[in-house]
């Protein structure tokens, strides 16, 4: 099984003085938390994509590229890239590049985003919300198999063979479907024979099994490669010396963002049970010391009939820079094995 960390290079007040810090050190934090898992043995660092005050990652290519000439080994993608507000030969080029510097680490997570904001940001109709997100992901698997290209959409303009490049060093660029709770999303990826990274960031893992089970069963029946179906779990997750130590380092910060975001959905404001709950043995955190986390890994890679990949999305944590820094140690020293172990990868 892949492990990893997924930022959305969140920047959050300090506790004691209500201010935030630089954005300038923050991003330096985040680039220092990429070397420590390149250096410890994790496997992906994925980058979001916002556009919003409470986040450094409305770049994600250009970090990624920063952290690839800083590190060696793990592999670099984006989670997500808002592939429905972006221009899909820009992102391919941006990919390409990315693949260059890294030596053939990159890799990408396309979604249609969990936030709205980049919609009208770039002058997209929400109205169009799926079909923006089919039509150019049919464009970017096509720029991915050639260099020029044949195409003709509803939302971009027409290509008559223009070469696209660079192309990436890779020979095939990994493209994964990023997913939240919608079934068709489910079986898109499915019928696309493309591996499925599901967001399970509340309730249970037990709650996603049918709708994964969906993505195997519609990938079988379009005929493709059962070995190919693979699938990933972003989650959020935090590992401390003890379990009490990880939540009190985590919650903070997750209860500041879920606040603010509560405040625009109209939820209520979150609450220490409900966080509790979701990190005790039934919810979907991964949130304790390294043998309850990597145990809840098992059993939630169990759970789904088998992952290849959980990620883990730490950002809330960055109130406390060296602890977060100190998670992704124990992630990777302590975690990693005891996972590794007990469940390899289907």
Do not use: C
């Not at 960390?5 to 938390?33: N, Q, V, W």
């Not at 770039?122 to 260099?147: I, P």
């Not at 290209?149 to 990023?178: D, K, M, N, S, Y």
């Not at 010396?241 to 404001?269: D, N, Y």
């Amino acid at each position: 099984m892949d492990i990893g960390i997924d930022s959305f290079a969140a920047i959050l007040p300090d506790p004691a003085t209500g201010r935030p810090p630089s954005a300038t050190d923050r991003m330096a934090d985040l680039l220092g938390e990429v070397e420590v898992a390149d250096r410890v043995g994790l496997d992906v660092f994925g980058i979001g994509e916002h556009h919003r005050a409470e986040f450094l990652d409305s770049a994600p290519a250009v970090i990624l590229a920063a952290a690839a000439a800083r590190t060696n080994r793990i592999r670099l993608t984006s989670a997500v890239t808002v592939l429905s507000a972006a221009d899909p030969v820009r992102v391919f080029q941006e990919f390409a590049t990315l693949d260059l510097i890294s030596k053939g680490r990159a890799e990408i997570v396309v979604g249609r985003g969990s936030f709205g904001e980049a919609y009208p940001l770039f002058g997209l109709d929400t109205r169009s919300y799926d079909a923006l997100f089919a039509e150019k992901l049919d464009l970017f698997l096509k720029l991915r198999e050639q260099t020029e290209v044949a195409w003709e959409g509803r939302f971009r303009p027409a290509l008559t063979r223009q070469g696209v490049f660079p192309r990436p060093h890779q020979a095939r660029l990994p493209v994964w479907i990023g997913v939240g709770g919608t079934p068709q999303s489910f079986a898109r990826a499915g019928a696309l024979g493309l591996p499925l990274m599901v967001a399970i960031i509340g309730g249970t893992f037990e709650r996603f099994r049918l709708l994964v089970d969906l993505y195997r069963e519609t990938g079988l029946a379009a005929g493709h490669d059962p070995a190919k179906l693979t699938v990933g779990v972003h989650a959020i997750g935090f590992v401390g010396e003890t379990a009490q130590a990880a939540r009190e380092a985590f919650f903070p910060g997750w209860a500041h963002l879920m606040s603010t975001v509560g405040r625009e959905r109209g939820w209520p404001p979150p609450t220490r049970q409900q966080f509790e709950a979701m990190a005790g043995p039934e919810g979907a955190f991964l949130i304790g010391d390294p043998a309850t986390v990597a145990a809840k890994m098992v059993r939630a890679s169990e759970a789904l009939g088998g992952v290849s990949r959980i990620t883990f999305q730490m950002s809330t944590a960055s109130l406390e820079t060296a602890a977060m820094k100190r998670s992704i140690e124990l992630l990777g020293a302590e975690v990693a094995p005891i996972v590794r172990a007990a469940r390899p990868a289907p």
